[in-house]
Structure formats: structure tokens, C-alpha cells
């Protein structure tokens, strides 16, 4: 049995629409969930760091927890365990306006959110401790030190393994396929079925991934020269 | 809502068809994550060893392989091998056969670099003396390099095994009994979502949690490289 290839099955017919609308659907994930993964990055990581201990340990908690388990599993946590123990009207809403877009953005956002989180506190203590002590003597209260000091050279130390993660994060976002997001790699496996072209079909979704996070990576190598702080080892041409 | 019962019926099955591949399924989350990280190890030995070549047509190669798949998401890895494998072997390949090469030829590419990372980590003055006892340069990279690398990369290795453990649940999507799919198994049955999944949630923290713990004082013990 040889295989045939046809590559003309992915302009002709719904091909071309249904990679488009893959590709936003991911796009549209990856966002969100990217928005509720910096969130929650950047509390739980600055938490990580203060001296009250009731807030390092929770955040320790939620940090520990959420990235040592699978995706998948988050997965099918957010989408078939937690829906029902919500009110009536919440689930309502939710069925109506997609559940299994939330439920992913939720896993998606969480898991990767206890990521980042690792990301910022690497950042925030690789930071001399003296820059906090310097803040608070100077009249600031430790928000407003973390506030107006130390987030903001955090923020800008951590811009590359920062990109790393967020390329992860929409890497991951393919893991969606499991709770049927009509997401790319969904849409990639639709074109197969309809099709029966599998290589023709992978390579296009594979090359869109490629493409993303080539340009995605590019885009950020520019803002890290951007932003670098002027004096700092890490504010250099170093990748990765 | 939490309803230990369910679990207490079905431990045997999630425990040793899930996670260890002991039963009527070919499954096993052990059973798929031990083979891979070693032949990925392997396999990654070769590119680690190969981006550091002097020759560019070894080098060029290596690289765009570890750029691949660093590129790529992995469930887009595990189609690719379970559509192309039947087509290149001429044959019907099972589950775990796609699986583990799909986790292999994955890991691989990250399992280059922290063999990269490891031999760029041993001092240059070690290769310069094991040419200078007359070892050729296979030799003085068998020899000396490796087994001083193996060590400063054991922390790297553990974490990257972390992250296997974790992957290999998307086998479950191309039908292996893994513990994610003997859960899905479970709750098809029994429909009890919460405590089922927040089960193999703890069952697979457990196990990364302690490996994580491991990797922390193995880097305290070794030191920074």
C-alpha cells in the first residue's frame, strides 16, 4: 500500500475555513488563558517571597500542586468534575456559552499560571534583597515596595524564560482536543477525518505551531533588547 | 461529593492496570515513562553530542531537530507517529509502540540540550588532557567527558523525567490504558468525576512531588555545576 498524496485537499472544500477558525479558537485560548496564567503567576509569585508565612504557604500550596499534575488531567477536572457543583445558574450560562472553552481556559490558565509563578519568584529573588529593604526605609509599605519596585525589575528580568513558558502555555493549548475545543490541532485531526489525508493535514497544523511560535519567539527577542536593564549581565543578547 | 467508595472499588484497577500495565489492557503509566526516558536519553546523547560538532552538516541537523520539536506541540507529535508509522512500517503498530516513539524521538530533542548543557558544563582542560594521554576524540568523549557530564546533568534529568511522567498521560488520546485513560475508564462506569479524577490528581502529584524533592537535594548534594 503506497500512500497517495493530495495536498490540494487543503484549499479545496472547507480545508482552508476550518484551519482558519483552529487557528483563532487557539489563539482566543491561549490569551485568556494566558491573562488568567500572568494573574495568577504574578501573585502567587510574589506571595512566594513575603514573610508572612500563611500566604507563602498557600501560595506554596497552589503552586506545588496544580504544575506537578498532568494537564490532561486539569483537563477533565475543569470540564467534567467541576460544572456540576456549580450553581444552576452558573451552569446555564456555561452550557449555553461553551463549557468547554472555560473549562479549558480554567485548566490551561491554573496549570500555567503555578508555572509562571516559578518563573517570577526566580525572578523576584534574583533581585539583592537590599532593593526591599531600601523601599521600606524609605517610607513605602512592603505593597507598595513590590508595587512600584520590585515587580517592575522583576517583570523585566524574567521577559525570556517568561517567553518560554508562554510558548508552552500555547503549545499546551492543544491538549484541548480532549475536551473537543474546536482548537488547531482539533481542526487538523477534522480535515483528517473528512479527508483520510493525515500528511497532508499534520503538516499544515504542525507548520501554523511552527510559525506562531518562530514569530512569537522573534517578537520577544526584540522586546527583551527593548526593555533590558542597562548594567545587568542578564540585560545582554543571551537566549533562553 | 467526595466519595471514597468509588475509589476504594476501582484502586486495583487504576492502580495496577493504570499505572502500572499489570492486566488485561497493554497499559501502564510506568510502564510507558521508564523506556521512554531511557531510550530518549539515549537518543538524545547522539544529538547533545552531535549540535556540539565542529562539522556544520552534523551540526545543522541536530539543531533543526531540537528546534522541531521544541516548536511543536506534543499531542501534534503522537498524531504524526500514529498516522505515519502504519504508512512507513506496512504494518498496524500498537498503541504503545506509537507511544514510546512518539515519547522517544519528543524527549529526545530536550534531553539534546541538557546533554548539551552537561558536556558544555566540563572544563576544557579535561578534553585537552585525555588528548594529551592519547585518546582519540570518540575515546576522550567516552571516557572523560560523559561520566563527568552524566553528573552535573542527574538534576536536569530527574526534572525532565518529571515532565515525561506528566506527558505521558496524552497517550490516553490515542487509546492507551494509561492512569488518565483507566480513570476515564472508571468514570464512564461509575460517573463520579470529582473524587475519581481528583484521585489520579494526588496519585500523580505523589509521584512528581517526590521526584522534585529527589532532584533538590540531589542539586544541593552535587552542588552547582
Known amino acids: ?240 | 461529593m467526595l466519595d471514597l467508595d468509588v475509589i476504594w472499588r476501582n484502586f486495583p484497577f487504576l492502580m495496577l492496570q493504570g499505572f502500572l500495565g499489570i492486566g488485561n489492557f497493554v497499559g501502564g503509566t510506568l510502564r510507558l515513562a521508564i523506556p521512554s526516558i531511557v531510550l530518549g536519553f539515549v537518543l538524545g546523547i547522539f544529538i547533545g553530542i552531535a549540535r556540539l560538532a565542529p562539522q556544520w552538516w552534523i551540526r545543522m541537523p541536530a539543531v533543526l531537530y531540537v528546534e522541531f520539536f521544541r516548536g511543536v506541540p506534543l499531542v501534534m507529535v503522537i498524531f504524526w507517529m500514529w498516522f505515519i508509522m502504519p504508512i512507513v512500517l506496512h504494518t498496524a503498530i500498537p498503541e504503545f509502540g506509537v507511544a514510546l516513539a512518539a515519547f522517544v524521538i519528543f524527549e529526545a530533542a530536550y534531553l539534546g540540550e541538557i546533554v548539551r548543557a552537561g558536556i558544555q558544563s566540563v572544563p576544557r582542560g579535561q578534553v585537552e588532557a585525555g588528548t594529551a594521554l592519547g585518546l582519540s576524540g570518540a575515546q576522550g568523549m567516552r571516557f572523560v567527558i560523559l561520566p563527568q557530564a552524566l553528573k552535573n546533568m542527574i538534576p536536569s534529568l530527574v526534572t525532565q523525567f518529571i515532565v515525561l511522567f506528566k506527558d505521558t498521560s496524552l497517550a490516553s488520546i490515542i487509546g492507551f490504558m494509561d492512569l488518565t485513560k483507566a480513570a476515564q475508564v472508571v468514570n464512564n462506569r461509575e460517573i463520579r468525576p470529582f473524587p475519581i479524577y481528583l484521585f489520579i490528581a494526588v496519585v500523580y502529584w505523589v509521584c512528581t512531588y517526590s521526584m522534585s524533592r529527589y532532584a533538590r537535594s540531589l542539586e544541593k548534594r552535587i552542588g552547582p555545576a
Not at chain 1, 25 to 53: C, D, H, K, N, P
Not at chain 1, 102 to 126: D, H, K, N
Not at chain 1, 219 to 234: D, F, K, N, Q, Y
Open chain 1, 1 to 240: 500500500m503506497r500512500y497517495q498524496f493530495n495536498w490540494s485537499v487543503l484549499w479545496t472544500g472547507e480545508s482552508g475555513l476550518w484551519l482558519l477558525s483552529g487557528l483563532i479558537t487557539t489563539l482566543e485560548l491561549s490569551i485568556v488563558a494566558w491573562l488568567l496564567a500572568a494573574a495568577l503567576g504574578v501573585v502567587s509569585g510574589a506571595l512566594r517571597t513575603v514573610r508572612f508565612w500563611p500566604l507563602r504557604v498557600a501560595a506554596t500550596f497552589y503552586v506545588e500542586f496544580f504544575r506537578n499534575v498532568p494537564l490532561l488531567v486539569w483537563m477533565f477536572f475543569w470540564y467534567f468534575a467541576i460544572p456540576p457543583l456549580l450553581p444552576q445558574l452558573v451552569q446555564d450560562w456555561l452550557f449555553a456559552h461553551g463549557l468547554e472553552f472555560w473549562a479549558a481556559v480554567c485548566a490551561l490558565g491554573v496549570y500555567s499560571g503555578a508555572r509562571f509563578s516559578e518563573v517570577l519568584r526566580s525572578g523576584i529573588q534574583s533581585i539583592p534583597r537590599t532593593q526591599l529593604e531600601a523601599s521600606v526605609a524609605s517610607g513605602l509599605t512592603t505593597f507598595q515596595a513590590y508595587r512600584y519596585v520590585i515587580l517592575p525589575v522583576a517583570l523585566r528580568l524574567i521577559i525570556p524564560p517568561g517567553t518560554n513558558e508562554s510558548l508552552n502555555l500555547l503549545k499546551n493549548s492543544s491538549v484541548a482536543l480532549t475536551i473537543s475545543v474546536a482548537e488547531l490541532t482539533f481542526q487538523t485531526r477534522q480535515i483528517e477525518t473528512y479527508t483520510a489525508k493525515a500528511i497532508e493535514a499534520l503538516t499544515a497544523g504542525t507548520v501554523i505551531y511552527l510559525i506562531l511560535c518562530v514569530s512569537i519567539a522573534t517578537i520577544m527577542s526584540w522586546v527583551e533588547r527593548r526593555t533590558a536593564i542597562p548594567g545587568l549581565i542578564v540585560g545582554g543578547r543571551q537566549r533562553r
